[in-house]
């Protein structure tokens, strides 16, 4: 009964993010609030229950690096061994725009970020959805990240959010950042 539940649920969020709405989803360290990243209009919600700026641009995540192929067109076979060498994993890289990504995804960069990630919910939800979601933390500016439902919930108990089922993976800190071209890291896990 258990994962029949699950699977409504999981079913569930993806209709939502199908019908251009947002969604709350358990990620690899912290909980995570997600849209389709062509519904410019679900972006710009995300923003607003954040009260986060415009520029910073969002994450996106796949079950796969098939689904973010057109993001990646123009990396050089060695800068796609090093991502394909991290993922699935709690790894982000920013990458150069290759003109196939909204800008309202990239902010005011002209790059973007990027992970497949390994934790099961997330995997579950771009299968589903048929590609990669928007990924950035379930919490208003200034808040710490939601590390679990309970809390996703409490800081946005007014909003009409669907939430996916499942937790948090176990990681202590958000995925690292690191850009591709340079190696830095700009976010440590």
Sequence with gaps: MQHYQHNIKLHNACRALKRGEVIAYPTEAVWGLGCDPYDEIALWE???LKQRPYDKGVI???ATMEQLHPFLLGLSEEQLDTLSNS???P???IIPHNGHCPQWIRGSHNSLAVRVSAHPVVQALCEQFGGPIVSTSANPAGLPPARDQLQARRYFRHQPLTY?????GKERQPT?????LTGQVLRSA
Excluded: E
């Excluded at 996916?164 to 948090?168: H, K, L, Q, S």
């Excluded at 690292?176 to 591709?180: A, G, K, S």
């Design 91 to 93: 790894n982000t890289w």
């Design 60 to 62: 996106l995540v796949a």
């Design 176 to 180: 690292q950042i690191c850009h591709l």
């Design 164 to 168: 996916a089922p499942g937790n948090v």
């Design 87 to 89: 993922w699935p994993g």
């Design 46 to 48: 995300i923003l607003r």
